[in-house]
């Protein structure tokens, strides 16, 4: 069981930055994937970027150059740094953590409670 606190989240102008935080507790996150998502009203939930226990990175064609996916396993964090923000960026942006087992090839997911990000003028 891995706990995920997010935060960072507030309420910015278009072209702007915010760097968002998730810090888990309970487990290390060593080999853990970790990831981004967020949900705007009256949408699903969306995958914005993901890193791999590897390091390895991806991000969702919407957000590429603008955002930044980064973990610090010594202090059980991860980070997304988001500039040149857009209104589409709105949204509450969730933490979230995958725990794979090789042998029986179960997944362990885990969530923050989120933290919202509101991209207005």
């Known amino acids: 069981q891995v706990q995920l606190v997010e935060s960072g989240g507030g309420l910015v102008q278009p072209g702007g930055s915010l760097r968002l935080s998730c810090a888990a507790s309970g487990s290390r996150i060593s080999f853990y994937d970790m990831g981004w998502y967020r949900q705007a009203p009256g949408k699903q939930r969306e995958l914005v970027t993901a890193i791999t226990s590897g390091g390895s990175t991806n991000y969702a064609d919407s957000v590429k150059g603008r955002f930044t996916i980064s973990r610090d396993n010594a202090k059980n964090t991860i980070y997304l740094q988001m500039n040149s923000l857009k209104p589409e960026d709105t949204g509450v942006y969730y933490c979230?953590?995958?725990?794979?087992?090789?042998?029986?090839?179960?997944?362990?997911?885990?969530w923050g409670q989120g933290t919202q990000v509101t991209v207005s003028s």
């Open positions: 979230n953590a995958v725990f794979k087992l090789f042998v029986s090839r179960a997944e362990y997911e885990y």
